[in-house]
């Protein structure tokens, strides 16, 4: 007998810590994988699928304009019936903390399946930030039968919120396997972003690579935000601060209004994973309100400064791979100026241990699996 399973998932950076999962599933005999996207995100979850070359069985294609959290919720979990009605998996993964992991874990609950987390246990125990991905992530994790804990800290949380032992397994996070493969693939791929950036960087020039999206970071935030990366690029010689600006309008207008002109600032289209994965790799410093960045950038001896006020992710501020800096213009400009300044500290941060694995996480998961099927 084949075990069923559905890997479910709709935004890029889930189709990202997901691929490898995937690939390590449909290598094994005694299960029958398949996979479900709902596309939430659409076009950044399609640039995902064809560079870790998979095809989904299901595509939900629910993303539209003005999309709102209520109506995505419901038509996540009302898309999801006939798939699960039709296929009846033993397995549904569902990962992180998206509305797509939420709304799955319903879903699949409803249909009488086992339901896994991959990234399981992430707390900042402030159900405000971020939002709504804390309630996402902690509703899931009273839904699912087994937990795929990172790292021992998120083992902690679940235990204390009564998950038992035997449902729990540590990791490492499955974005380390992804990165590991990609990094390398990179390299050799003829992508048309990378060489694009190629020839509009300066990279004899100290590169700084900042991202920013976060809803909580909407408004004064993100003016705050520009103001640091606009003294930054006055107080340090020899820099170029690289922004891929997020789309959302709330985004875009005060990084074009305070930013754009500026010589030493780039402001340049979202990225495709495949070159934000090389520029990463090639840059000195990020700065970030991501999630998936804090775990990913130190595993290639990048420093972060995380542009955030809380971290579901604490292992790494602990460890001193990363530095919260909020929205505080000044704490911005200050890590960042000290960083670049101080070769001392800049070597002991990026030459830390990254807490969040080895890379043989979804390895450690089908074995979980094998052992219950």
């Given at each position: 007998m084949k075990y069923k399973n559905l890997i479910i998932f709709g935004t890029r950076p889930e189709a990202i810590k997901m691929a490898p999962l995937v690939k390590a599933f449909l290598k094994n005999p005694r299960f029958e994988t398949k996979v479900c996207v709902t596309a939430q995100h659409r076009e950044m979850l399609d640039q995902v699928l064809d560079f870790f070359e998979i095809t989904p069985d299901y595509d939900l294609n629910l993303m539209k304009p003005g999309q709102n959290l209520y109506g995505l919720t419901a038509d996540i979990i009302t898309g999801l019936q006939p798939v699960l009605e039709e296929f009846q998996p033993n397995y549904v993964y569902v990962h992180g903390d998206t509305t797509t992991t939420m709304g799955s874990?319903?879903?699949?609950?409803?249909?009488?399946?086992?339901?896994?987390?991959?990234?399981?246990?992430?707390?900042?125990?402030?159900?405000?930030?971020p939002f709504p991905e804390e309630i996402n992530r902690t509703i899931t994790g009273h839904i699912a039968d087994y937990h795929f804990a990172p790292t021992q800290t998120s083992y902690n949380n679940l235990r204390n919120e009564g998950i038992s032992k035997e449902d729990i397994l540590i990791t490492g996070n499955t974005v380390i396997d992804a990165l590991f493969e990609s990094v390398s693939k990179v390299d050799n791929i003829d992508d048309p972003e990378i060489k694009k950036l190629k020839s509009e960087i300066d990279f004899t020039k100290r590169i700084v690579l900042v991202?920013?999206?976060r809803r909580e970071n909407h408004g004064q935030g993100f003016i705050n935000i520009c103001n640091a990366l606009k003294k930054i690029g006055e107080s340090i010689d020899n820099v170029q601060i690289i922004y891929p600006v997020h789309l959302n309008p709330k985004v875009q207008k005060p990084v074009y209004e305070i930013l754009g002109g500026i010589d030493n600032v780039n402001l340049i289209a979202p990225l495709a994973y495949p070159a934000f994965v090389w520029l990463m790799n090639k840059c000195e410093l990020v700065i970030t309100d991501s999630g998936g960045v804090q775990e990913e950038a130190p595993s290639l001896?990048?420093?972060?400064?995380?542009m955030r006020d809380t971290t579901e992710r604490p292992e790494a501020v602990d460890v001193g791979t990363v530095i919260l800096v909020g929205t505080d213009k000044n704490k911005i400009v200050r890590e960042t100026i000290d960083l670049m300044k101080n070769p001392e500290r800049y070597k002991e941060?990026?030459?830390l241990h990254n807490p969040y694995g080895d890379g043989k996480a979804c390895e450690r998961i089908v074995e979980f699996i094998e052992k219950l099927a």
């Open positions: 874990s319903i879903a699949g609950f409803y249909s009488g399946a086992k339901i896994c987390h991959v990234e399981a246990g992430l707390r900042t125990f402030n159900k405000k930030s991202t920013g999206h001896g990048k420093p972060v400064l995380v941060m990026s030459k």
